[in-house]
């Protein structure tokens, strides 16, 4: 299920997030309408030859402060790294080799892994420049020409790259065991959570935010099943990220919720629901998990009787977006609640995978046109004739219609609750694709 991981590193200003916009596809700033996901992403997904991998932008190997400028630099490419399964190291023809390029170049030799040495800004096609050859100094192999403005070479740099990734594992679907991301603005209870549900101080706990920089499995079992729990460092906001360590910690949080089949989201019961927690809930949504909402430190919260149903109240219209992901109320301190979370991730694991007979699809499909008819506009009505399901983790649903542009997101909405009734797809998100009767592959 996990991806590959190749990072792009380089000094300053040798066009590394050029290259990187150029072989992902799109501009590295992102905007999305989907509430809770706007962010500026430093991580891109990219295929070649039939291999998808995570492409990462390290922003640069730059200091932050001139005192500090070799440890500065080391932090941020080490951590790019070691979350790496290939390293692109991009250089500049035009600056030729500098001191800065070996000393990068050193550190990747020392960690050991696979690096494809790309020489940027061959603008011109044909023989490269002579400065070119001076790059075979770095003692990484062949330097791979490329124009990341142009594009020339993006093709066979990605030739390198995907020579150089791990083989594709065969037990990808290891349907036993569910990975569990647990996620979350800093500070909420993460690792106590870890540490209360392993039964051991696995994770290193703090008041102060910030504290866990990576992300750490935990394998265990219990009455409910095998689960591999990821704790992730705290997801804050894009402007909070001040120091190089964190942005990192952010990237390897992202790619944590890639790996994982359910993210349990925690918020803190004393501080309530925060913007934040919109965009941490925004990203797992975005990525397609099961999703559970976990309530941390209830334990602390002054209660009476109506306490929890008018809490989970506001909590639904702040999650509206998300609507299908159920709410659990918890103490990672007391324990209080921990096996209804077990419960909850598995029924939300087993939701995410679920895989629907067309059969049956188009039954509820049949009921669901009879009750309410579909929209209409100018005398046309939209007639959808079939529904399959295309795949799961989410359930994703084909839908071929007469016209698209009269399947109205009201619609879909109305089939996904009918949909959901009926096979109790609770925690997951679902995804609708429109075919038009007559669109290519139909």
Not at 225 to 245: H, M, P, S, Y
Not at 406 to 433: A, D, V
Request: glycine share 8%; net charge negative.
């Amino acid at each position: 299920m996990a991806k590959p991981v190749v990072a792009v590193v380089g000094r300053p200003n040798v066009g590394k997030s050029t290259l990187f916009n150029k072989l992902i596809g799109q501009r590295l700033s992102i905007v999305d309408d989907t509430p809770g996901v706007t962010r500026d992403r430093i991580y891109g997904d990219c295929e070649w030859k039939d291999r998808k991998f995570s492409l990462v932008d390290t922003g640069g190997i730059e200091p932050a402060s001139s005192d500090v400028i070799l440890s500065q630099m080391r932090a941020q490419a080490q951590l790019a790294i070691d979350a790496a399964d290939v390293i692109i190291l991009v250089t500049d023809v035009r600056t030729g080799l500098v001191a800065t390029d070996a000393d990068i170049a050193a550190m990747l030799l020392k960690s050991g892994r696979p690096v494809v040495l790309c020489v940027n800004k061959c603008d011109s096609v044909g023989e490269p420049p002579a400065d070119f050859y001076e790059f075979y100094n770095l003692g990484l192999g062949d330097p791979v020409q490329v124009s990341s403005v142009h594009g020339h070479g993006t093709g066979d740099l990605l030739d390198a790259v995907v020579e150089l990734l791990p083989p594709e594992s065969e037990e990808e679907e290891d349907g036993e065991t569910i990975r569990v991301a647990i996620i979350g603005k800093p500070n909420v209870g993460k690792s106590s959570l870890v540490n209360r549900i392993s039964g051991e101080n696995r994770c290193i706990v703090s008041d102060i935010a910030g504290t866990t920089r990576d992300a750490i499995d935990t394998e265990i079992e219990n009455e409910y099943g095998r689960f591999v729990l990821i704790d992730t460092a705290g997801l804050r906001r894009k402007n909070k990220v001040e120091d190089a360590i964190e942005r990192y910690s952010n990237m390897r949080a992202q790619m944590a919720i890639e790996r994982a089949d359910v993210c349990a989201i925690l918020i803190d019961a004393q501080v309530g629901f925060t913007e934040q927690d919109s965009k941490v809930a925004g990203l797992a949504h975005e990525a397609g998990k099961g999703c559970v909402i976990v309530v941390n430190k209830w334990d602390a919260v002054e209660k009476d009787q109506n306490t929890m149903a008018e809490y989970r109240k506001q909590l639904e219209k702040d999650f509206s977006f998300m609507s299908y992901a159920p709410f659990v109320f918890i103490s990672a301190k007391t324990g209080q609640r921990i096996d209804r979370l077990f419960e909850l991730i598995k029924h939300v694991a087993s939701s995410n995978s679920m895989r629907i007979a067309t059969g049956m699809l188009n039954d509820v499909l049949a009921q669901a046109v009879a009750r309410v008819q579909p929209p209409t506009d100018k005398g046309k009505r939209l007639k959808i004739y079939y529904m399959t399901q295309a795949s799961t983790r989410p359930p994703t649903f084909v839908c071929f219609v007469n016209s698209a542009e009269l399947f109205h997101f009201s619609y879909q909405r109305y089939l996904e609750n009918r949909i959901r009734e009926t096979f109790g797809l609770e925690g997951t998100p679902i995804r609708f694709i429109i075919r038009e009767r007559g669109d290519k592959g139909v």
